[in-house]
């Protein structure tokens, strides 16, 4: 076979392995779609098509409610972290003080500690607070997980912005804090989108902290919502796939609308 | 009156790392001096210093008469341009200059006016809206600078401004800093570590190294009479020709021993200079390049030498010469603790472009007597009197 | 050209001498800085960390505690479920190879740079977004006895086989081992390709010239450089396993049947919430933190410095 031919039919053997890829790769999604556009009848007989499962959604599964919830403690979350990592992250970098590298090595070495490794005390500590009706406790522990990662993130960003860009703000007559606000925040930019995508989608999709940390039924996030009533096993089927579909189509929107974003964040400790 | 003084400064990093080691220095008002020196001299942060971005480990810092040793970067109105200009990417050119003035809180109108004058004066004014990343390297370099005009202040630093700059943009910007020095009469201290940016820029120089200041006079003062060895082939390129030589006498006065042959040296210089002793640890003898003078035949104060290499630059030709003895061996000159160490010796001319000089030719050269310098072969010193 | 800019020569120039200098002003910015960021750390991870050694040595129920020393501990280590669990996370640990293998050749395959590879991309990235929830919930429906695993075994012909994986035990458990493969799927397809592109296409051209066939070029110039990479996957995937497998545990199985698909993560949560007996559930969260501290100082020993 001549060489040409030869890179052709690779060629489209290349491409059929990436379709096969593809197909398995999407696959859950058309599970999803297929069993949420059945009645629950009609699921467990076999067969048919029906918009039903769509129609009464909101009635099997509290959709709105969660989703509100599910948008409250991921804003009020990556708030905090963005407002907590950057700044300690610029001062971690540029603002060398005593001891700051041990305490920044202790802080990124937080990333490895896992969340049921402290679950217990958390879980009593947040209780002994009162935080746990309402928001605010998941809100808290989601900060607290993601602040390591966030200004592990953050610092090593800032390594690269030239000392000298700092001090021509000084010599110009800023404060640390004016340089802060006024110079690296709007620098910062490319650094905040990938730490909001990366906690969005962590946070988002999170099923143990909304579990345990939001007592109040009526205030549960969507993840734990489905999980949930899937544990219940007397929910229908076809609105939990609905249900499922509508949980994974914001962290989708993030990705897809952020994705250059999240290739820098996941190799910016690598490349270092 | 924003004279600046530096008295006895010291700069300590860490334990032991003297970066800068006891600087006196005085920059009249609207002076233009220049730190210059090898990396690693302490002439940047002598300047940062002076910024107040580095503490002062001991001695006294004072502008305008006031001892700023401990007053912020902010509160001692100076201006600074950075090596790789540091300007803000977020902000136009017109917010970059403008930033100092508006956290003042000075009018809008009142900073675009400003903006305005120094974006004329700097050529710059088509490009107020532009954002640093769509301007070339000497645009940035003007908007470092426009930056600091704008804020009209009582002196002007800078840091190796044009050591990013390609040789013709230098020679442009050269030029164009110093009319704006003059231009706005304030006093600017100037740091680079290329001595033709010394020589054609400053009112006088300043010349560093190891921490220690080795000179400062003008740049003629600093060509002519150089206080030591350093200075005298730092200055000037191709650098000033450096020999170690003993001394003898004979019957006119005193000699430079050459290998095997002899320079008379003019008795001027005995009363004008500390030579050594004759048959003492000798001397370094120096004489710049443009001082040596190629003949076409021998004359009685020529020396002999032979052409080892040739450059040719256009303008003039540089030639490598090595003297000579009368066999035509190289000549054995230094002379170490008693072991005759041979060293073919360098001597290099400068010529006018059409010479016709070929490597391998013997050639008489005479040196001009006018013009010879001596310093003390351990300390460098000039051994000139009455500096 | 006249000066249109006057120099403002003040007459007299006074400049506010202030009591910081300004290295001292950097360092308590430094400090203010980073407080919040260690107070929130040291609040929510650390001081719990050092309760949870305490605690573990107590009988605990969230309430009250009561000392009793070691016998928590061996207690625990008599208890066949930590051993279940501990095993469970060992069994699943074969499934991090084919973790990382397959998004090695899918990153490979799209790093030929096909047409429309970008899309393809995107694609295989998107199940990352979604929630291990989600892909739990959509996995018991693949291996439910009337799902969809079944219906492509029946559609292929052999309708009289059918698999209820998730009600047997060692089923169970490598139904959870591929779903976790095809969730890490993405993220490290993604790690791969970029480290895939960070490869100096010169090496590569260079080996052919030289005469090097594909699989050799592969073999000694493409893993290498990949070394790095992979063992980053390596350990965000071990990690994974021992942290985030909690949600598909908790949606495909319930850790069950019996203990069969409990691991570490998934014990700590039912032994403390379903039991009760906080006491026990802060030890195993002790444990699972030095199982996952050794793997962080292996990464680091292996990786070098993070910084």
Known sequence: MPPKRQRKIGRWILFGSMMVVAVIMLYPFWIMIITSLKSESQFLSGGGFSWLSWSTLTSVIPIGQEVLSSTIVCSSSILIILCVGLPAGFAFSKLRFRMSTVVFLVIVSAMMVPLQAILMPEFVNVTKLGLTGGYFGAILVYAALGTPFSVFLFSTYFRGVPDELIEAGIVDGLGYFGVTWRLIVPIAVPAIATVTVLQFIQIWDDLLVGLLFIQNTSERPITVGLAVLSAGRTTSIPALMAGSIVSAVPAMVVYLGFQRYLVKGLTMGIDR | MAEITFDGVTKIFGDDIRAVDELSLHVDDGEFMVLVGPSGCGKTTALRMLAGLEDITSGSLSIGGTVVNNVLPKDRDVAMVFQNYALYPHMTVAQNMGFALKIRGQSKAEVAKKVGEAAAILRLTEYLDRRPKALSGGQRQRVAMGRAIVRSPQAFLMDEPLSNLDAQLRVEMRLEIARIQRLLGVATVYVTHDQIEAMTMGDRVAVMRGGRLQQCDTPQDLYDHPRNEFVAGFMGSPPMNLLRVGLEANADGIALVLGSQRLDVPTSYCSSHDLPTVDGPGVVFGIRPEDVEVLDASSSDSIMTRVERREALGAEILVHLSLVDAEGDNAVIVNDSGAFVARPTRLVAKMGPRSGVAVGDQIQVRLNREHFHFFDADSGLSLRRNQ | ?307
């Open chain 3, 1 to 307: 050209m006249s000066a249109t800019i006057p120099t403002t020569a003040t007459p007299t120039f006074t400049p506010r001498v202030r009591r910081m200098t300004l290295k001292r002003r950097r360092q308590l910015a430094g400090v203010v800085f980073a407080l919040p960021a260690i107070a929130l750390v040291v609040g929510f991870i650390g001081i719990p960390i050092g309760q949870a050694i305490y605690y573990s040595f107590t009988q605990w129920n969230g309430l009250t505690s009561t000392w009793i020393g070691t016998s928590t501990w061996t207690q625990a280590f008599h208890n066949t479920n930590l051993w279940t669990a501990l095993r469970n996370n060992g069994l699943l640990l074969l499934s991090v190879p084919f973790a990382l293998a397959i998004p090695l050749c899918i990153a490979v395959l799209l790093h030929q740079r096909v047409a429309g590879w970008r899309i393809f991309r995107s694609i295989y990235f998107l199940p990352t977004a979604i929630s291990w929830v989600v892909l739990g919930l959509v996995a018991e429906r693949f291996f439910a006895y009337q799902g969809t695993l079944n219906s492509i075994i029946h559609a292929l012909g052999f309708s009289h086989v059918s698999t209820n994986m998730l009600g047997y035990e060692s089923e169970a458990l490598i139904a959870l081992g591929i779903t976790f493969v095809f969730t890490m799927i993405g993220t490290n397809t993604m790690l791969f390709l970029t480290g895939l592109a960070t490869l100096d296409p010169s090496l590569e051209e260079a080996a052919r010239i030289d005469g090097a066939g594909r699989w050799r070029i592969f073999r000694s110039i493409t893993l290498p450089h990949l070394r790095r990479f992979i063992q980053l996957a390596f350990v965000m995937t071990v990690i994974a396993l021992f942290s985030a497998l909690f949600s598909l545990i908790f949606v495909m199985t319930g850790g069950g049947p019996g203990y069969a698909t409990t691991t570490m993560e998934f014990l700590i949560y039912e032994t403390g919430f379903n039991q009760g007996d906080f006491g026990t559930a802060a030890l195993y969260g002790l444990i699972l933190f030095v199982i996952t501290g050794i793997v962080g100082v292996v990464q680091l020993r292996l990786i070098g410095s993070n910084e």
